[in-house]
């Protein structure tokens, strides 16, 4: 992958950027200097090798960085392209990286009005760590005993076409793509570890919190074989595409919830009423019984279809596109959600296996039909319109059944089986007029406006589970369903002189869910659900450029958002559930005084804060037997407040040697610990840098050697400390031509 310069001076990616520097991005070349200073090859391999020594986590290194935390060596990059004849064409392409485990080779033979043939295999590495949460109050970290985890991404494929004079171009493409590895997740388990007093009433606040880690284990393949055929009639082109599509998906979630806990015979034995007072006198460990989660998702998917494409050029002005396609997705699910739980007996605890959903078994059909139709107009040169229209209809009908296995009794070892199914069927038209203008006819000035307006209207029938031995049918649905998702935008790149060039631009985004239940037979009618979402922003550019030496771009972006949510019944008025705001300004500077030497300057600042129920959720009032507590103190904003900044300088140091020089920085302070005692305490605080110093040497006009050196440090206050690291890394390389 080529990597420009230009990629690391965004906002997400000014770290990584730093990183990839590092390791011996393409980004190191592309520098401001004179294009003579070296040579750029057409056939080449490119040798490096890497060795890092990481104190601290290595496992948040790896993630945060995506680079391994030891050390790598290989082919990074290799490219070779020859003409074997007048007609014939050869390109081959490769790398083999190991510590990322980033592997590429790809062969390309083409021939002249005949047509060509590509086959290649890749796979890279993405770096996880096995960590659950922090809780402040007593110090405590979770993560799994091995928290170096990773997914391994690869994909193979073959395309051959035949391209001869007169004749349609006919295209045949396999692709066979895998994800397999652990990774970790969110849904993290409960524990009462906290330092928290036990929750005795009148006391309403919990002492359990959830930040026990969890992972996924991922096998999943996904296979499509595609032909296509292109053919010009006159003013017409045409396009013709079968395919057919499989995946084959069975990944496992591993949860703990409560992990090391068991509530002791003595306690388990007592009433409801007298466990409490019990269990306040116990270690924590006794407070509540593990329960060991192994879900387990699987599905697989067949599907096929075909797709047919026009697009004629009515005259100089005006082009009509237009399309249609069918597709057959067939579905069928898999899977469990085994429940093993250390449950407390007279003779001590033993292990209890259960199932929310043993055997599940199922699947869906969906016929999708898609047309569209378009048409281009310019009216004059400065003037362009398009109308476009899509219509999609799409019929789904799905089945499921399964077992709940689950235990009873005190001590709860009794284990009973009880069938379930269900279905669902749902029909659903869909609509999007799309409107796009372009107007140049102003010196310098380019206007131009996007809009859309997806309107979705379907009805939807479903069952509740139940169970098929006692009853003839589970609680029907009936709900009418509806959406509309809006997105606007009217901008304008005003150059006003070399001097200044300005850019604008105002969106709009609207998306609005509705469902609501109708009766065919009794009383019973469905839901009735509104999901109402407002987003309104604009973005400003300025492009100064002082000389040909020092230029400044200054970017501001805002959005803000509304969002309305209605329960159960109509008679719940709709009410703000969601405030969001999102600012974010950042300056960059050029400066290259003289063609031996240049530097960059970035910093962005950005402001992010999510707001639901807080501040407007107030005091919960006493009753007879909870006290009062400040809800407030439970449900916060989500901030996410952040500065990045990175320097870039680089210079000619003699006609065989360039120097580069990089800093990159990251900070966020969005800690809450105070409110630990009330919730699980959220909010990134960390403060990332990254130092790297590179030489670039010109051993001859075929070989090219670099080295760099580099030190990153991160201090992460939100683990605690405990996902700390910092260490040097050092790089070489060389460039050699064929």
């Keep these: 992958m080529k990597v420009n310069l230009s990629d690391f001076i965004r906002p997400a990616g000014i770290l990584a950027g730093g990183l990839l520097i590092l390791t011996g991005s393409p980004a190191f070349a592309a520098d401001p200097l004179p294009s003579d200073a070296f040579p ?31 050390s790598g060596v290989g082919i990074e990059d290799m ?16 790398r083999a990286l190991t510590g990322s485990e980033d592997y590429l080779l790809s062969m390309n033979i083409s021939k002249t009005d005949v047509g060509s043939f590509e086959a290649g295999y890749k796979s890279f590495r993405t770096f996880y760590d096995g960590a659950g949460g922090f809780f402040p109050t007593n110090n405590q970290w979770l993560a ?26 006919f295209k045949l493409r396999y692709t066979n793509e895998l994800r397999d590895g652990r990774k970790d997740s969110t849904i993290w388990g409960d524990t009462d570890n906290t330092g928290l007093p036990f929750t005795v009433a009148p006391n309403p606040i919990s002492q359990v919190r959830k930040f026990a880690p969890s992972y996924l284990e991922v096998n999943e393949r996904h296979e499509r074989l595609e032909l296509s055929a292109n053919y010009k009639v006159k003013d017409t082109d045409l396009e013709v595409v079968l395919f057919g599509d499989s995946t084959d998906n069975s990944d496992n979630r591993f949860v703990t919830r409560f992990p090391g806990e068991t509530i002791p015979w003595s306690i388990a034995s007592l009433s409801s009423s007298a466990q409490p007072a019990a269990k306040a006198l116990v270690a924590y460990t006794n407070w509540n019984n593990q329960v060991v989660i192994a879900e387990n998702d699987a599905m697989k998917t067949k599907s096929s279809g075909v797709t047919l494409a026009s697009s004629t050029v009515l005259s100089s002005k005006l082009t009509l596109k237009v399309s249609g396609s069918y597709e057959l997705v067939n579905t069928d699910i898999a899977g469990g959600r085994p429940l093993t739980t250390t449950t407390p007996t007279s003779t001590g605890p033993v292990l209890v296996s259960t199932d929310n959903y043993y055997g599940l078994n199922g699947g869906t ?44 009794g005190t001590p709860a070892v009794t284990l009973a089986s009880t069938p379930r199914t269900g279905f669902a069927d749902i029909n659903q038209t869909v609509k999007t007029p799309v409107l796009e203008l372009r107007y ?27 169970n098929p031995l006692t009853a003839t049918a589970g609680t029907n649905a009936t709900n009418n369903v509806s959406e509309d998702h809006g997105n606007y935008t009217l901008g304008a790149n005003w150059r006003q002189s070399g001097f200044l060039t300005l850019r604008g631009e105002v969106f709009h985004k609207g998306h609005k869910d509705n469902t609501v239940g109708y009766a065919v037979t009794g009383p019973t009618v469905g839901d009735y659900y509104l999901l109402d979402s407002k987003y309104n922003g604009f973005k400003v550019t300025a492009l100064v450029r002082l000389s ?109 040697d360039d120097v580069q020089f990089q800093v990159n920085y990251y900070h966020a302070a969005n800690g809450d610990a105070y409110l630990a005692p009330m919730t699980m305490p959220y909010g990134v605080a960390v403060r990332d840098y990254s130092v790297t110093v590179g030489v670039k040497h010109l051993f001859s006009s075929t070989l090219i050697g670099n080295a760099k050196v580099g030190y990153f440090e991160s201090k992460n206050d939100t683990s605690g400390g405990f996902a ?3 260490g040097p890394i050092g790089y070489v390389s060389l460039d050699k031509a064929f």
Aim: charged share 15%; no cysteine.
């Design 40 to 70: 750029n090859f057409d056939s080449y391999i490119k040798i490096s090798g890497q060795a890092a020594t990481i104190s601290g986590n290595e496992a948040a290194f790896q993630k945060r960085n995506t680079l391994p935390s030891n």
């Design 79 to 94: 490219h070779f392209s020859k003409d074997l004849s007048k007609t014939v064409t050869t390109v081959v392409d490769g």
């Design 144 to 169: 799994l005993t091995n928290e170096d985890l990773h997914i391994d991404r690869s994909k193979f494929w073959v395309e051959g076409t035949i391209a001869l004079p007169n004749a349609p171009v």
């Design 365 to 408: 059909k969906v016929n999708d039909y898609v047309a569209n139709i378009a048409l281009d107009y310019v009216p004059v040169p400065s003037v362009f319109i398009k109308l476009a229209y899509r219509v999609q209809e799409e019929y789904i009908n799905g089945t499921s059944s399964y077992t709940v296995i689950a235990a009873s």
């Design 440 to 466: 140049t006819g102003i010196k310098d000035l380019a206007l131009y406006f996007n809009g859309s307006l997806r309107s979705l209207d379907g009805d939807e029938r479903n069952t509740s589970s139940y």
């Design 548 to 656: 040909d030496e020092l230029s400044f771009t200054t970017r501001f972006i805002t959005q803000k958002g509304t969002m309305q949510v209605t329960g159960f019944l109509p008679t719940f008025p709709a009410y703000d559930s969601l405030n969001a705001k999102n600012f974010m300004i950042s300056e960059s500077i050029d400066w290259t005084p003289t063609p031996q030497f240049y530097a960059q300057l970035n910093v962005t600042g950005t402001y992010q804060t999510i707001q639901t129920s807080y501040p407007r959720a107030g005091v919960t009032p006493a009753t007879s037997t909870v006290n009062a507590f400040n809800t407030d103190g439970i449900v916060q904003n989500s901030d996410n407040n952040y500065v990045t900044g990175s320097l870039v300088a680089g210079f000619v140091a003699s006609k065989t």
């Design 724 to 726: 700390n690291y910092h």
